[in-house]
């Protein structure tokens, strides 16, 4: 007898998880760091964020798709923290 197939995890869920974690990450960056040194952080943000979204994925364990799951994962999160990163450039424009 074979053992019924588990219903597999919802793979949107790895990719939602990574945009949070940028958008978190972004706010907490453009709020916490000095102006001088938000773009660094902000690139240290996006490679936590690239190396979250292969964890995950890996830990999904499901082959097919794997590469658009982090294509998608990946590209939320750098729109997601170039956009944050642009709003608090136009907010420094504005004299105090």
């Known amino acids: 007898m074979s053992e019924p ?3 597999p995890r919802n ?5 939602v998880i990574v945009w949070a974690v940028a958008l978190v990450a972004a706010v907490v960056i453009g ?3 000095p102006e001088e040194w938000r773009m ?3 690139l240290i943000g996006f490679g ?3 190396l979250l979204s292969f964890a995950l994925q890996l830990w999904y364990g499901q082959t097919k ?4 799951r982090v294509a998608a994962s990946t590209i939320g999160a750098m729109l997601l923290l170039g956009l944050v990163s642009a709003g ?3 907010a420094a424009l504005i004299p105090a």
């Open 5 to 7: 197939a588990l219903a």
């Open 11 to 15: 793979a949107l869920v790895g990719v």
């Open 31 to 33: 709020i916490a760091v």
């Open 40 to 42: 660094h952080w902000l």
């Open 48 to 50: 936590g964020a690239v």
């Open 65 to 68: 798709g794997f590469i658009f």
């Open 88 to 90: 608090f450039g136009l």
